[in-house]
């Protein structure tokens, strides 16, 4: 059974810079992972993926080009480096890990998901 332990978040003044990681106990190849996230009151939304084989990656359009996903699959981490952070991008940020090969998008196509570390971006 896959743990993922995500560690990282905290408060930064807009403009700031932050950099997620996403420990999993377990196997997690070949097999898609992806960064989500949570703002209160609203519905969990998709922030990133990656896949294992190729390293293929995909972005939510509202973070493109300020966030990287990147995987260490040696070590079995992700992670999100997240710069020009802006207030919106505040949230509970979640790693998970899927039965897919292929980019994933969607929260019902991963089956194990982190705890989430939070992240606070102040203007």
């Known amino acids: 059974q896959v743990q993922l332990v995500e560690s990282g978040g905290g408060l930064v003044q807009a403009g700031g810079s932050l950099r997620l990681s996403c420990v999993a106990s377990?196997?997690?190849?070949?097999?898609?992972m992806g960064w989500f996230r949570q703002a209160p009151g609203k519905e969990r939304e998709f922030v990133a993926t990656?896949?294992?084989?190729?390293?293929?990656?995909t972005y939510a359009d509202s973070v493109k080009g300020r966030f990287t996903v990147s995987r260490d699959n040696a070590k079995n981490t992700m992670f999100l480096q997240m710069n020009s952070l802006k207030p919106e991008d505040t949230a509970l940020y979640y790693c998970?890990?899927?039965?897919?090969?292929?980019?994933?998008?969607?929260?019902?196509?991963?089956?194990?998901w982190g705890q989430g570390t939070q992240v606070t971006v102040s203007s």
């Open positions: 377990g196997r997690t190849a070949p097999y898609t």
């Open positions: 990656i896949t294992w084989i190729s390293g293929s990656t």
């Open positions: 998970a890990t899927s039965s897919f090969t292929s980019i994933r998008e969607r929260p019902s196509d991963y089956h194990t």
